[in-house]
């Protein structure tokens, strides 16, 4: 089955999009420095896709050396 971009990201899968936990998320979001969430029922929460991967494409890129992959199965 061919997988679904999502339109609204539930908490489970924006951390795992972002790389954050939920405390860092939601201290992030008291700071002003990540995108708020949306009422999607009286109990539920979500955040917009869109504004997701634009906070990711604001952020910037690593720089430096990065360490090379495992080669122990060389």
Sequence with gaps: MPTVDPIVYRL???????????????????????????????RAVGWPAHEVRAWLDSRPRATGHLAPEDSASD
């Design 12 to 42: 489970p899968a924006l951390r795992q999009a972002v790389g954050l936990s939920t405390t860092t998320i939601y201290k992030m979001i008291n700071d002003g420095d990540f995108p708020r969430p949306v009422q999607l029922t009286s």
